[in-house]
């Protein structure tokens, strides 16, 4: 295991969001496209677990998100964040919720 600086850990801008929207992407197998209210912003963020989990599993849950990361393409869909999940060696998807009473766009550290 590669190990590193505390310092590059607070670089990584963690949040939670709510999904207000989720919907399966066209023409892919594997992606859902989220709508995710941060408070401030809302984004459009693609993930690749739509093989496991249903838009409905995801719909207006809290969970935490990856912002600072490029955006990037999916299906023509830019996605400007990342949805943090635990995967086990058998590539089994377990999703991480946050609490309810965890306000919106709070920071994760």
Known sequence: ????????????????????????????????????????????????????????DLQERKFIFLLNIKPRKFSGVESRGMLLVAESEEGEVYLIPVPDDIPTGIKVW
């Open 1 to 56: 295991m590669e190990l590193y600086d505390v310092e590059d850990f607070w670089k990584f801008k963690l949040r939670v969001g709510r999904v207000v929207n989720a919907e399966k992407l066209r023409r892919t197998r594997k992606l859902l496209k989220l709508e995710v209210d941060f408070g401030d912003e809302r984004r459009t963020i693609i993930t690749g677990i739509a093989d496991q989990y249903s838009p409905e």
